[in-house]
């Protein structure tokens, strides 16, 4: 952990250099606080996802449809976590990397322009995590589960060649009969 500002925080884990909008495949692992198992059961050797869980599929299928330069054909819905190999495509960034903008309503009366701010970049990774978390959020608490919420942060791998990709694809469809915790 680095000391900013007489705050610890924890040490990004990003690659330094990369451009997580860029094109490229990613194997990422998103866990539920705590590990609590909220995503269902599994039994014998097969996921059983219950109403959680299946809001978490359906925002992982949703997101394509969003977000139409995402793929995400593999994922699975673990009882305490998900993996997913979320593949960015190519796209016109003319559209898709707009900057956020601070409406006259946030500014002072004294400014006569609207200053951009780049507070967040739209079509990165991360973007695309912490939206998938953030809708699951919202649905999932709207249901009753006040409690709920996510590990903060995310791992990633960037998939840099085929062997390797379809080294995790096994590695997601096999991971239920692998699963050892009760």
Same mark, same amino acid.
Request: hydrophobic share 40%.
């Given at each position: 952990m680095n000391l900013y500002q007489e705050r610890y925080r924890i040490a990004s884990n990003r690659k330094p250099g990369r451009d997580y909008a860029a094109q490229g495949r990613y194997f990422v692992t998103v866990c539920a606080q705590n590990h609590m198992s909220w995503f269902g059961e599994i039994r014998n050797e097969i996921m059983g996802l219950n109403a959680i869980g299946c809001i978490v599929a359906d925002e992982i299928q949703r997101t394509t449809?969003?977000?139409?330069?995402?793929?995400? !054909?593999?994922?699975?819905?673990?009882?305490?976590?998900?993996?997913?190999?979320?593949?960015?495509? +190519?796209?016109?960034?003319?559209?898709?990397? %707009?900057?956020? +903008?601070?409406?006259?309503?946030?500014?002072?009366? !004294?400014?006569?322009? #609207?200053?951009? #701010? &780049?507070?967040?970049?739209? &079509?990165? #990774?991360? %973007?695309?995590v912490n939206h998938i978390k953030s809708l699951c959020t919202k649905r999932i608490r709207a249901m009753g589960y006040a409690n709920f919420a996510w590990q903060r942060n995310y791992n990633d791998r960037i998939i840099r060649s085929d062997t390797e990709y379809r080294r995790i694809q096994w590695y997601i469809e096999e991971n239920p009969s692998r699963w050892t915790r009760g």
């Open positions: 449809t969003v977000r139409p330069y995402v793929t995400i !054909n593999d994922w699975i819905v673990m009882p305490d976590h998900v993996h997913m190999i979320i593949i960015i495509d +190519e796209r016109d960034v003319t559209t898709s990397t %707009a900057t956020v +903008e601070t409406s006259r309503r946030d500014v002072s009366t !004294n400014v006569t322009q #609207l200053i951009p #701010l &780049c507070r967040f970049r739209p &079509c990165t #990774l991360g %973007a695309i």
